[in-house]
């Protein structure tokens, strides 16, 4: 799954652009105990897990949780835009 997500501090700057990769789903269902593929679908508190982590790995000095930093930052705003390939491979696009 790759979602690009857009992050708007509310500030007047242009939003932060940020994908997400398997390592950011995987510590969101290991953090949340969720699983990508339960069919629950989406929400904001997902899309604000995934870019804590994403910043955090980019070394960016936030607060431990995602919570805090929503609770910290209460003018952002984070939306997404799925890119994920529907058509992963020439093998899967054959039938194989």
């Given at each position: ?37 339960d ?9 604000a ?48």
């Amino acid at each position: 799954m790759k979602i690009k997500l857009f992050v708007d501090y509310g500030d007047g700057k242009e939003p932060e652009v940020l994908f997400t990769n398997l390592f950011v789903i995987a510590e969101w269902e290991r953090l949340e105990n969720r699983r990508a593929s339960d069919g629950r679908g989406f929400g904001v508190s997902e899309l604000a897990c995934w870019a804590h982590t994403i910043l955090t790995i980019k070394g960016e000095k936030l607060p431990k949780t995602w919570r805090e930093w929503l609770q910290q930052n209460p003018e952002i705003t984070i939306t997404s835009e799925d890119k994920t390939d529907i058509n992963p491979t020439d093998a899967a696009i054959d039938g194989n």
